[in-house]
């Protein structure tokens, strides 16, 4: 069983930043991409961020230019570097793995940090 866990969240103003960062045990994985994803209140979960195992990154128009993932796919570790928090940013942040292209091929999540921003 693969289990992926994320730290890093919290209460911070608008314009801080915070760093969320999610590490995989468990089984032996193989990962092919790993991202972050969020979910407000009455929102569905939004993917935010994705790196692949080649390095390879792409983010929503939403936080480009103000967050960065970086980690090593290969050891399960990701990371989220979170500029110029804006109110709009709350939400709970999930880690997610993916294994594979195929539909079938498991992915995994984490039970989410929450992240709050003031005005």
């Known amino acids: 069983q693969v289990q992926l866990v994320e730290s890093g969240g919290g209460l911070v103003q608008s314009g801080e930043s915070l760093r969320l960062s999610c590490r995989a045990s468990?089984?032996?994985?193989?990962?092919?991409?790993m991202g972050w994803y969020r979910q407000s209140p009455g929102n569905e979960r939004e993917l935010i961020a994705r790196?692949?195992?080649?390095?390879?990154?792409n983010y929503a128009s939403s936080v480009k230019d103000r967050f960065t993932i970086t980690g090593d796919i290969a050891k399960g570790t990701v990371y989220l570097q979170m500029n110029s928090l804006k109110p709009d940013d709350t939400a709970v942040y999930y880690c997610?793995?993916?294994?594979?292209?195929?539909?079938?091929?498991?992915?995994?999540w984490g039970l989410g940090t929450q992240v709050t921003v003031s005005s």
């Open positions: 790196m692949t195992s080649r390095g390879s990154t």
């Open positions: 997610n793995g993916q294994t594979g292209v195929a539909v079938e091929s498991p992915v995994y």
């Open positions: 468990g089984s032996i994985f193989r990962f092919i991409s």
